[in-house]
Structures are given as structure tokens and as C-alpha cells.
């Protein structure tokens, strides 16, 4: 099981601790670092900073919003990124949810969110293998565009760039039964964001036969401290965060997938508490065992022993997010 970095997106501004944490994972040995966004940072960016102090280690967006971009446009910053850093980009993308897509980026969430993503991962392999000009029949992304407000006159092209590697990994970050099943098949790993490794039986239907050399990269808060429950806060706060807020109260699907995993009533009072106003409340109201499950909390001797856990399931990547150096060498040291 190897070793990755998860840096997350910037909060209120940049954090000057996060390229400093990606350098020293980089002389540890950690195979990855990765990058995200959500409405404030972008994924790319920070990632093409990181690429340029760093020589090894290999960079992953976790995840890249498909609703940010076109398809086309996310594959020339996968290939752009891919040779400036010497082929070490791997490409994270996730659908986000409906309050993102139609709230920030004034695009309807699709109704067929599969073939959504189907798509997308077609038009973005075609740019990369570059055997053709790109041409894609699709429901959501049509190449070339033959809408009836359009001109009639796009014609498919191939990229000018040649890209580095027509085999860029590209990973999906997917939640729901369906759409993991379906990341085993169109992907090359899967990004889950809640990973319990006492409850691999909520993802066992999905992971049948999976592919040789498929990643699963699930992400962790880690932290070595002695005290559980304090070093559990952030774990909650982020929780209670994405559980309540991340979401409409209707269609919330990190809600329906801390149900799915033995929290249904939990993740419905978590929902209740955040709609309501009562954001403290709703973090407190996250269960300690749940928080504990998902992360790598506490002593040393503790951590080594649920890091045993992690790595007798399917998972081949664990990308964590430790909020020190510290940390991130007991974590380097309990996997060597």
C-alpha cells in the first residue's frame, strides 16, 4: 500500500505550510500528492507549482471538477501538466453535486450522471491517445457541438500537442453503488471519500472483478497525537461540514453514503442540525466512531495498529491528509 499526500483546496488563501508538506513527502518516500477544489481554489495550479519543486513524486488531482471544465479543456491540462512535471500527472475528476454545478458554475447537473460521466472520460482518453480527431455522439458532451443555437461548422480536431503518455491514469471519485461499478470499468482507480477498512462489505458489490493494476486511493485525516478524541475534532468539523452543507437537504450524497455505511440516523440529524443554523452542534453530533473509522488518529502504536487494518482490504494508495511533518514521518516509517 503506498503512500500518498492529500492537500485538499485552500480555505480563506493559500497555506504556506502545503508546499513544504509536499517536499518533505517527497524526501520520505510518499508515492503521491494531490490537490483539489471545490469553490475557491483550483486543482491545476497549485499542482503546477508543486510539480516545479519537486522531482518524483507523482501529482494527482483529488478531484478535478467536471463541471469546471470541458472535457477537452481538463484533458490539455492533464497532458500540459503530464509533460512539464516528466509524466508524473494523474488525473482525479468527480461530479460534484447539484448545489456546486448549478450554484457556482451555472450548468445543470445532469440527470443521467453516469452517462455524464461516461462521456467525459471518453472525450478525455480520445485527446490523450490522439489517433483520431476527437468526435463523440454524446447526450452530454457533443463533439462537435451540433446544438440548434450553434453555427454548424465545428469540425472535429486532434490535440496540436502530442501528449506524453496516451496512458495518463485517470481516476474517478464515485460514491454511489452504480457509478463506482462503473469507475471499475471506464477508470483506472477510484477515489472513494469515505474508506472504512472494518466495512469494505458497503463497496464489496461494486468491486467485483477489478481490473489488474486498478487504484483504490481512499483519503484519511491523519495525526499523531495522545489525545483521541481532540485529534478526532477536525475529522467531525469536516464531516459535519460536507454531510450537512455539501448538499440540498433532498440530494445529499455524502449524507446517503454515511447512510449506506451504518449512520443513516446519525447522518440525517447531522443534515437537520446544519440546515437548521446549528453548524457546532451538527459537528458535535458526528459520531466519534465514525470519525474514527475513516481516519488515523492518536499514538503512534495506536496508528500502527489500524494502519495494519488499511492495508489487509483492496486498497492500493492511502492519500493523507496530516496536518505535520511529524506525522507524516511516523506514517513513512510504520510503512517501510
Given at each position: 500500500m503506498r503512500l500518498g499526500l492529500a492537500l485538499g483546496y485552500w480555505g480563506r488563501g493559500p497555506d504556506p505550510a502545503h508546499l513544504d508538506l509536499a517536499v518533505e513527502a517527497e524526501r520520505l518516500g510518499y508515492d503521491s500528492v494531490w490537490t483539489a477544489e471545490a469553490w475557491g481554489s483550483?486543482?491545476?495550479?497549485?499542482?503546477?507549482?508543486?510539480?516545479?519543486?519537486?522531482?518524483?513524486?507523482?501529482?494527482?488531482?483529488?478531484?478535478?471538477?467536471?463541471?469546471?471544465?470541458?472535457?477537452?479543456?481538463?484533458?490539455?491540462?492533464?497532458?500540459?501538466?503530464?509533460?512539464?512535471?516528466?509524466?508524473?500527472?494523474?488525473?482525479g475528476l468527480g461530479l460534484s453535486g447539484p448545489q456546486v454545478v448549478e450554484g457556482w458554475y451555472g450548468r445543470p447537473f445532469p440527470r443521467s450522471p453516469l452517462t455524464a460521466t461516461r462521456e467525459y472520460v471518453d472525450v478525455v482518453r480520445q485527446v490523450l491517445a490522439?489517433?483520431?480527431?476527437?468526435?463523440?455522439?454524446?447526450?452530454?458532451?457533443?463533439l462537435p457541438y451540433d446544438g440548434p443555437d450553434g453555427t454548424g461548422l465545428g469540425k472535429p480536431l486532434k490535440p496540436i500537442t502530442h501528449p506524453l503518455r496516451a496512458d495518463l491514469p485517470v481516476l474517478l471519485g464515485a460514491e454511489g453503488p452504480k457509478?463506482?461499478?462503473?469507475?471499475?470499468r471506464i477508470a483506472d482507480g477510484w477515489l472513494p471519500l469515505y474508506w472504512s477498512p472494518t466495512r469494505t462489505?458497503?463497496?464489496?458489490?461494486?468491486?467485483?472483478a477489478l481490473p489488474e493494476g486498478f487504484m483504490i486511493a481512499p483519503m484519511?485525516?491523519?495525526?499523531?497525537?495522545?489525545?483521541?478524541?481532540?485529534?478526532?475534532?477536525?475529522?467531525?468539523?469536516?464531516?459535519?461540514?460536507?454531510?450537512?452543507?455539501?448538499?440540498?437537504?433532498?440530494?445529499?450524497f455524502h449524507a446517503d453514503l454515511m447512510a449506506r455505511m451504518g449512520y443513516e440516523e446519525e447522518a440525517r440529524r447531522i443534515q437537520q442540525l446544519f440546515l437548521e443554523g446549528r453548524r457546532q452542534e451538527a459537528v458535535l453530533?458526528?459520531?466519534?466512531?465514525?470519525?474514527d473509522e475513516i481516519s488515523l488518529v492518536g499514538p503512534r502504536e495506536r496508528i500502527a495498529e489500524r494502519l495494519a487494518l488499511w492495508r489487509s482490504g483492496?486498497?492500493?494508495?492511502?492519500?493523507?491528509?496530516?496536518?505535520?511533518?511529524h506525522t507524516l514521518r511516523v506514517?513513512?516509517?510504520?510503512?517501510t
Open positions: 483550483d486543482a491545476f495550479t497549485a499542482l503546477t507549482w508543486i510539480a516545479a519543486h519537486t522531482s518524483r513524486i507523482r501529482l494527482g488531482t483529488a478531484v478535478a471538477q467536471m463541471a469546471a471544465r470541458t472535457p477537452t479543456a481538463t484533458a490539455m491540462h492533464a497532458l500540459t501538466l503530464d509533460h512539464l512535471s516528466g509524466g508524473r500527472m494523474m488525473l490522439r489517433k483520431a480527431p476527437v468526435a463523440v455522439e454524446g447526450r452530454f458532451h457533443a457509478n463506482i461499478a462503473q469507475t471499475t462489505d458497503a463497496y464489496a458489490a461494486a468491486l467485483t484519511a485525516r491523519a495525526r499523531v497525537c495522545d489525545d483521541v478524541a481532540e485529534g478526532l475534532l477536525p475529522v467531525k468539523a469536516m464531516l459535519g461540514f460536507y454531510i450537512g452543507g455539501m448538499g440540498h437537504a433532498a440530494r445529499n453530533a458526528v459520531p466519534d466512531a465514525f470519525a483492496p486498497v492500493t494508495d492511502l492519500l493523507v491528509t496530516a496536518p505535520d511533518p506514517l513513512a516509517e510504520l510503512s
